[in-house]
Protein backbone atom coordinates (compact mmCIF):
# COMPACT_ATOMS: atom_id res chain seq x y z
CA UNK A 1 0.00 0.00 0.00
CA UNK A 2 2.88 2.10 0.79
CA UNK A 3 4.12 1.95 -2.78
CA UNK A 4 1.29 3.89 -4.71
CA UNK A 5 0.91 6.37 -2.20
CA UNK A 6 4.75 6.70 -2.83
CA UNK A 7 4.16 6.74 -6.28
CA UNK A 8 0.57 9.17 -6.69
CA UNK A 9 3.07 11.67 -4.22
CA UNK A 10 6.27 11.37 -6.86
CA UNK A 11 3.86 11.83 -9.40
CA UNK A 12 2.00 14.98 -7.76
CA UNK A 13 5.56 16.29 -7.61
CA UNK A 14 6.41 16.05 -11.51
CA UNK A 15 3.34 17.50 -12.35
CA UNK A 16 4.11 20.59 -10.14
CA UNK A 17 7.38 20.69 -11.23
CA UNK A 18 6.20 20.64 -15.07
CA UNK A 19 3.86 23.52 -14.51
CA UNK A 20 6.00 25.08 -12.81
CA UNK A 21 8.57 25.28 -15.31
CA UNK A 22 6.50 25.93 -18.22
CA UNK A 23 4.86 28.91 -16.75
CA UNK A 24 6.15 31.80 -18.58
CA UNK A 25 8.53 34.26 -17.07
CA UNK A 26 7.88 37.57 -18.48
CA UNK A 27 11.26 39.35 -19.04
CA UNK A 28 11.86 42.86 -20.94
CA UNK A 29 14.63 42.80 -23.49
CA UNK A 30 17.72 43.97 -21.79
CA UNK A 31 19.76 44.75 -24.64
CA UNK A 32 16.54 46.94 -25.58
CA UNK A 33 16.51 48.26 -22.12
CA UNK A 34 19.67 49.33 -22.89
CA UNK A 35 19.55 50.62 -26.20
CA UNK A 36 17.28 53.13 -24.81
CA UNK A 37 19.28 54.32 -21.99
CA UNK A 38 21.65 55.23 -24.65
CA UNK A 39 18.84 56.48 -27.02
CA UNK A 40 18.17 58.66 -23.95
CA UNK A 41 21.48 59.98 -22.91
CA UNK A 42 22.46 61.44 -26.57
CA UNK A 43 18.77 62.84 -27.35
CA UNK A 44 19.84 66.13 -26.33
CA UNK A 45 22.09 68.10 -23.60
CA UNK A 46 22.16 67.25 -20.08
CA UNK A 47 19.26 68.68 -18.01
CA UNK A 48 19.28 72.20 -18.39
CA UNK A 49 20.57 74.68 -15.72
CA UNK A 50 17.01 76.89 -16.17
CA UNK A 51 15.20 73.77 -15.32
CA UNK A 52 16.07 73.68 -12.23
CA UNK A 53 13.37 74.98 -10.57
CA UNK A 54 11.03 72.42 -11.86
CA UNK A 55 13.01 69.95 -9.69
CA UNK A 56 10.84 70.75 -6.50
CA UNK A 57 7.59 69.84 -8.82
CA UNK A 58 9.15 66.93 -10.47
CA UNK A 59 11.10 64.45 -9.36
CA UNK A 60 10.82 60.50 -9.67
CA UNK A 61 10.15 58.64 -6.41
CA UNK A 62 13.26 57.33 -5.51
CA UNK A 63 11.75 54.59 -3.57
CA UNK A 64 9.59 53.75 -6.56
CA UNK A 65 12.01 51.25 -7.39
CA UNK A 66 12.77 49.90 -3.84
CA UNK A 67 9.22 49.16 -2.97
CA UNK A 68 9.13 45.44 -2.89
CA UNK A 69 11.15 42.89 -0.91
CA UNK A 70 10.17 39.32 -1.87
CA UNK A 71 9.17 39.60 -5.18
CA UNK A 72 12.23 42.36 -6.59
CA UNK A 73 12.61 41.48 -9.98
CA UNK A 74 8.68 41.34 -10.96
CA UNK A 75 8.80 44.79 -9.10
CA UNK A 76 11.34 46.25 -10.87
CA UNK A 77 9.84 45.05 -14.35
CA UNK A 78 6.85 46.19 -13.38
CA UNK A 79 7.79 49.69 -12.42
CA UNK A 80 9.74 49.95 -15.84
CA UNK A 81 7.05 48.69 -18.10
CA UNK A 82 4.57 51.11 -16.03
CA UNK A 83 6.81 54.16 -16.71
CA UNK A 84 7.82 53.30 -19.85
CA UNK A 85 3.82 53.31 -20.38
CA UNK A 86 2.75 56.17 -18.89
CA UNK A 87 5.85 58.00 -21.26
CA UNK A 88 4.50 56.54 -24.43
CA UNK A 89 0.71 58.44 -23.28
CA UNK A 90 2.64 61.22 -22.39
CA UNK A 91 4.20 61.36 -26.02
CA UNK A 92 0.96 60.54 -27.77
CA UNK A 93 -1.18 63.12 -25.72
CA UNK A 94 1.38 66.30 -25.57
CA UNK A 95 3.40 67.80 -28.54
CA UNK A 96 6.68 68.10 -27.69
CA UNK A 97 7.93 71.84 -27.81
CA UNK A 98 10.01 72.89 -30.66
CA UNK A 99 11.96 76.28 -31.66
CA UNK A 100 13.36 78.48 -29.03
CA UNK A 101 12.78 77.59 -25.84
CA UNK A 102 11.80 74.54 -26.74
CA UNK A 103 13.44 70.65 -26.58
CA UNK A 104 16.21 70.72 -28.70
CA UNK A 105 16.16 66.68 -29.05
CA UNK A 106 17.88 65.13 -32.06
CA UNK A 107 14.82 63.99 -33.93
CA UNK A 108 16.33 60.84 -35.82
CA UNK A 109 17.14 59.68 -32.24
CA UNK A 110 13.87 60.20 -30.54
CA UNK A 111 12.20 58.11 -33.52
CA UNK A 112 14.58 55.37 -32.65
CA UNK A 113 13.61 55.75 -28.64
CA UNK A 114 9.89 56.06 -29.77
CA UNK A 115 9.95 52.94 -31.87
CA UNK A 116 12.07 51.21 -29.21
CA UNK A 117 9.46 52.58 -26.35
CA UNK A 118 6.84 51.08 -28.88
CA UNK A 119 8.14 47.82 -28.88
CA UNK A 120 8.95 47.37 -25.58
CA UNK A 121 5.29 48.06 -23.95
CA UNK A 122 3.66 46.51 -27.23
CA UNK A 123 5.15 43.07 -27.31
CA UNK A 124 5.34 42.39 -23.31
CA UNK A 125 1.28 42.69 -22.09
CA UNK A 126 1.94 40.10 -19.65
CA UNK A 127 3.48 43.37 -17.61
CA UNK A 128 0.62 45.28 -18.35
CA UNK A 129 -1.04 45.74 -15.00
CA UNK A 130 -1.82 48.37 -12.31
CA UNK A 131 0.26 47.32 -9.49
CA UNK A 132 3.26 50.06 -10.22
CA UNK A 133 0.35 52.46 -11.19
CA UNK A 134 -0.16 54.07 -8.02
CA UNK A 135 3.58 54.72 -7.08
CA UNK A 136 3.32 56.48 -10.50
CA UNK A 137 0.48 58.08 -10.01
CA UNK A 138 1.41 61.33 -8.44
CA UNK A 139 5.24 61.87 -10.48
CA UNK A 140 3.05 61.62 -13.82
CA UNK A 141 0.33 63.92 -12.66
CA UNK A 142 3.10 66.55 -11.59
CA UNK A 143 4.68 66.00 -14.82
CA UNK A 144 1.45 66.88 -16.66
CA UNK A 145 0.81 69.85 -14.73
CA UNK A 146 4.01 70.85 -16.10
CA UNK A 147 4.15 69.88 -19.41
CA UNK A 148 0.83 71.46 -20.05
CA UNK A 149 2.06 75.05 -19.10
CA UNK A 150 3.32 76.69 -22.23
CA UNK A 151 6.27 78.54 -20.43
CA UNK A 152 7.18 75.16 -18.75
CA UNK A 153 6.51 72.69 -21.43
CA UNK A 154 10.13 72.04 -22.22
CA UNK A 155 11.62 71.83 -18.89
CA UNK A 156 8.74 69.26 -17.93
CA UNK A 157 9.66 67.03 -21.54
CA UNK A 158 13.29 67.25 -20.46
CA UNK A 159 11.89 65.99 -16.58
CA UNK A 160 10.71 62.85 -18.31
CA UNK A 161 13.94 62.38 -20.32
CA UNK A 162 16.16 62.47 -17.04
CA UNK A 163 14.35 60.13 -14.89
CA UNK A 164 12.92 57.80 -17.58
CA UNK A 165 17.12 57.63 -17.94
CA UNK A 166 17.83 57.33 -14.32
CA UNK A 167 15.15 54.59 -13.70
CA UNK A 168 16.04 52.35 -17.01
CA UNK A 169 19.60 52.68 -16.10
CA UNK A 170 18.93 52.16 -12.57
CA UNK A 171 17.15 49.23 -13.11
CA UNK A 172 19.83 47.59 -15.64
CA UNK A 173 22.69 48.09 -13.08
CA UNK A 174 20.73 46.85 -10.25
CA UNK A 175 18.53 44.17 -11.54
CA UNK A 176 20.20 43.12 -14.57
CA UNK A 177 19.28 39.28 -13.94
CA UNK A 178 15.94 40.95 -14.08
CA UNK A 179 15.81 41.50 -17.98
CA UNK A 180 16.65 39.10 -20.63
Known amino acids: ?6 LLILLQLCCLQTLLVSIPTCKLPGKWVET ?8 GEHFPVR ?10 PDSA ?37 GVTWN ?14 VDEHPCLNTTRA ?17 QDSAPCGWEALRRDLHWVLKSSLRQHRKCFK
Open 51 to 60: CYPINSQVRF
Open 36 to 43: TVHLLHDL
Open 133 to 149: SGVLSPYFRNLTSVVEQ
Open 1 to 6: MRSPSL
Open 107 to 120: NQKLEHYLNLQYRL
Open 65 to 101: LSDASASQCRWTLLVVYQFLQRAEVMFAEYDLPEGEG
